[in-house]
C-alpha cells in the first residue's frame, strides 16, 4: 500500500487508516479479525476518540490488539479528545455533546483515559476534537507540553478546524500540529468547488472553509479524510444511492476497468489529489476493508479524476 508522510515529516504512515469509532461491543474475535485484516491489508494507522461508543471502542480495541497478537509498536495508534458527552442529549444510539473542553486537566485526563482503555503506553498522535470557542492558549500549551514530556503523545494534530483557528493554535504552541481531520470525498467536496468558483457569485463559489485545502498543502499538514463515502453529516453513503445515478454509473465503470469495486474508486479519487491525504475508513467489516483499501493501488488519470467530480454533480467553470 502507498504511503503518506503525516505533517511532511518522517512520520511515515499508510495512506489508508481504520477508525475504530464503530468498535464498541464487537465480540473481541470479530474486533481482533477487523484489526488484522486491516494490518495483512497494509493499514498501519488506527483512529479513534476518546467518545467513540463512550469509551467502548478503545477498550474492545486493547482486547482486540491483544488477541490479534499484532504488536503495539507495528501500529501508529491516534485519539482525539475535548468533546464533553451529555447523556441526556442523545439520538438514534449516538449521544451528542454537552460542551468542548480544551483545559489542561481535562486534556491530560483524556489523553490518561485514552491510553488505559487502550491498554498502551503513549499516543502516534493526539488531535483536538473539533474547535472549542473558548479555547486558552496556556491550557492548550501546558497540557501538550506536559503530555509530551511524560512521553504520552508523540505528535498533535486538530479535527475539523479551519485555517485561521489552526494558526491561532499554532501560534501557542511549541509542537507543530501535524494533523486536521474534515469530512471529504467526491460529493462533500466543497474545499475542491470554492476554490475552483473563485470570484464567482453562484453557490458553488462560497467558500465554507476559509481556504482549508490549499492552507493544508502550503503548510504540509496531513488532512485525513473522515467519511470517505458518506455524503452529508451521518446522512448516509452515496455508494449504491439512486440520488447519484451518474456517480455510481462512473464508478462502476472505472472499477471494471481496474478490477476493484466501487468503494475502491472513491478511495482512489481521494487519494489521487495531491494534498496527500489520508483516507480513514469506518467499516468494521473485513471484506469491506480489503475492498476499500484496494483503492490505494489504484491510479486514477486526471480526465477520470475529473469525469468522477462532474459525476457527482459538479461543474467546471
Do not use: C
Not at 509530551?148 to 483557528?165: A, D, I, L, T
Not at 473563485?198 to 504540509?220: C, F, P, T, W
Not at 452515496?238 to 475502491?264: Q, R
Amino acid at each position: 500500500m502507498k504511503t503518506v508522510k503525516i505533517g511532511g515529516t518522517h512520520f511515515e504512515a499508510s495512506a489508508v487508516a481504520l477508525g475504530i469509532m464503530r468498535m464498541a461491543g464487537m465480540d473481541t474475535a470479530d474486533a481482533a479479525k477487523t484489526l488484522q485484516t486491516a494490518y495483512d491489508t497494509g493499514i498501519n494507522y488506527i483512529d479513534s476518540a476518546d467518545i467513540y461508543g463512550e469509551g467502548g471502542s478503545e477498550k474492545t480495541f486493547k482486547e482486540a490488539l491483544k488477541a490479534s497478537g499484532i504488536s503495539r509498536d507495528k501500529l501508529y495508534i491516534q485519539s482525539k479528545g475535548g468533546i464533553i458527552l451529555d447523556p441526556k442529549r442523545s439520538h438514534d444510539g449516538l449521544v451528542f455533546g454537552a460542551r468542548y473542553d480544551f483545559s489542561k486537566q481535562h486534556l491530560i485526563e483524556a489523553v490518561d483515559g485514552i491510553l488505559q482503555r487502550m491498554g498502551i503506553d503513549y499516543l502516534d498522535a493526539f488531535l483536538l476534537h473539533r474547535p472549542d470557542p473558548l479555547m486558552e492558549a496556556d491550557d492548550i500549551a501546558d497540557a501538550f507540553d506536559t503530555l509530551q514530556r511524560e512521553g504520552k503523545v508523540r505528535h498533535f494534530g486538530v479535527s475539523n478546524f479551519n485555517p485561521q483557528q489552526v494558526e491561532m493554535v499554532q501560534s501557542w504552541l511549541s509542537q507543530r500540529l501535524l494533523i486536521n481531520q474534515l469530512q471529504f470525498n467526491v460529493v462533500h467536496s466543497g474545499m475542491i468547488r470554492a476554490g475552483m468558483h473563485v470570484n464567482m457569485i453562484d453557490d458553488a463559489s462560497i467558500d465554507h472553509d476559509g481556504g482549508i485545502l490549499e492552507y493544508s498543502r502550503r503548510k504540509h499538514m496531513t488532512i485525513q479524510a473522515w467519511s470517505p463515502f458518506n455524503y452529508g453529516l451521518f446522512a448516509g453513503m452515496y455508494i449504491n444511492d439512486p440520488k447519484y445515478p451518474e456517480l455510481n454509473k462512473k464508478l462502476a465503470e472505472l472499477g471494471e476497468k481496474y478490477g476493484v469495486s466501487k468503494n475502491a474508486i472513491a478511495t482512489a479519487w481521494i487519494l489521487r489529489h495531491p494534498a496527500h491525504v489520508q483516507v480513514l475508513l469506518g467499516t468494521m467489516n473485513p471484506e469491506h476493508i480489503k475492498d476499500s483499501a484496494s483503492g490505494a493501488d489504484v491510479n486514477l488519470t486526471k480526465q477520470e479524476w475529473y469525469d468522477l467530480y462532474f459525476a457527482a454533480g459538479n461543474d467546471l467553470p
